[in-house]
């Protein structure tokens, strides 16, 4: 499942070799800077998870369970096109 956001003007040799490297490199670059993101929107969100726990409202804790639920889904759902991806490769 690789998505080719441009065609390669070159289908062989070393040309068509730099582009596939260059689409990897920077599919790369995305899940790393993806990846960052979530663990600092996760640490945020833990923190706020435990002051809804300590706290006595339980729709401010339903609701940050939710979204802790929601960031965590999408996480890894795009681990799992990044994996598919690279197993294709």
Do not use: C, W
């Not at 729709?59 to 795009?78: A, D, H, P, R, V």
């Amino acid at each position: 499942m690789s998505f080719s956001l441009t065609k390669s003007f070159f289908t062989t040799g070393p040309f068509s070799e730099v582009g596939e490297r260059m689409e990897t490199f920077s599919s790369n670059i995305y899940y790393s800077y993806l990846f960052s993101e979530y663990v600092e929107q996760h640490k945020k969100l833990e923190e706020e998870l435990k002051e809804a726990e300590n706290s006595d409202d339980d729709e401010e804790l339903l609701q940050k369970q939710t979204e802790m639920s929601y960031y965590e889904g999408i996480f890894n759902l795009s681990l799992s096109f990044n994996l598919f991806d690279e197993l294709e490769s």
